[in-house]
């Protein structure tokens, strides 16, 4: 009888401990440990790979309850002599089995990469570094290198029109050499053989076409004029004019604040300067969006060659045809200016 009892006993701890250590390891394994209010974002960098540092921004930013279970768990995978740089998301109540495992394989949670309304290139390696593992420096050394812009097919006025505004996936930690890469294969997709048929019939090569779109862009900020403002460049090249494009001395001077271009900005010596040099500049003022690009591909048909602001200064524009017409505009126009100061 009591051989049965200290059987039973025995049986019954047992099945105590099990139990215990299935709890303790549902809990260690896969009880949530990590409860921000919602989806964190926590970023390794190559060069800060600190495993306490990251414990820290768990706690801080992922709101992590149990840190010790974490620390526990990678100890004993080894992670923190095997920490991989990237972007990772932690849901609310993660737990640090499901973390780590991510973690170590790193898997990381792509960037929704975006630029538009970029005119320097200081503008776009920036922009591109504030939503990147990638530094500004490290990205402009490349679009200032001519030799490896060449290897892409452009040089360092032209290198901007291979970035199509858009919306791109890509993992927060892509080298810089590797994002220029995928960028250029963006730039071949858009290019596709509709729109190089259609920049071929107008004697454009795509380059030429993203930097009258650039043009176009600054002049107007209705879409629904870049066809007819794409249509008047148009003209004036086919005739062999002057373009005479205000943005693109506003380029030259280095100042796209001004609203009154002066005779002595006209008289700034740049290659982007179009009222001292014939045809286009030797590379966009601006990255172009795909709609303007679409616009100059597009242009509208007609007979207009000058244009001016409308004085109302709804942003808008007056076109003409003949000089005379486009003198009373412009005289409208200055006089609305004067009245302004």
Known sequence: MKIKKKLF???????????????????????PHFF???????HIYED?????????????????RAIEIFQLLAKLRKYPENIKSGRYAVEPETNSNELLNRLRRGQQSPVRLTFNNIRLTTDLTTRLSEQLMTGADELQRLLDDEEYCQSLGFNTMSISAMFISDTYEVYWNIPAAKLMERMKREYDAFWNESRRKKAENMRLTPVEVATLASIVEEETADEDEYARVAGLYVNRLYKGMLLQADPTVKFAVGDFSLR?????????????????????????????????????????????????????????????VTLAEHNRNADRYHEALNKRR
């Open 36 to 42: 921000p209010p919602e989806t964190r974002y926590i």
């Open 9 to 31: 006993l025995w049986i019954y701890e047992g099945i105590l401990l099990v139990a215990a250590c299935g709890v303790g390891a549902y809990y260690v394994l896969s009880y």
């Open 260 to 320: 009154r271009i002066l005779y002595i900005h006209l008289e700034v010596e740049s290659p982007y300067n179009t009222y001292l040099h014939e045809g286009l500049p030797p590379g966009p003022i601006r990255i172009p969006s795909p709609k303007s690009i679409d616009a100059v591909l597009n242009y509208e048909h007609h007979n207009y060659i000058y244009m001016c602001a409308k004085e109302d200064f709804s942003g808008r524009i007056q076109f003409a």
């Open 48 to 64: 800060r790979k600190d495993f306490d540092a990251l414990c820290h921004e768990l706690v801080d930013s992922a709101n992590c």
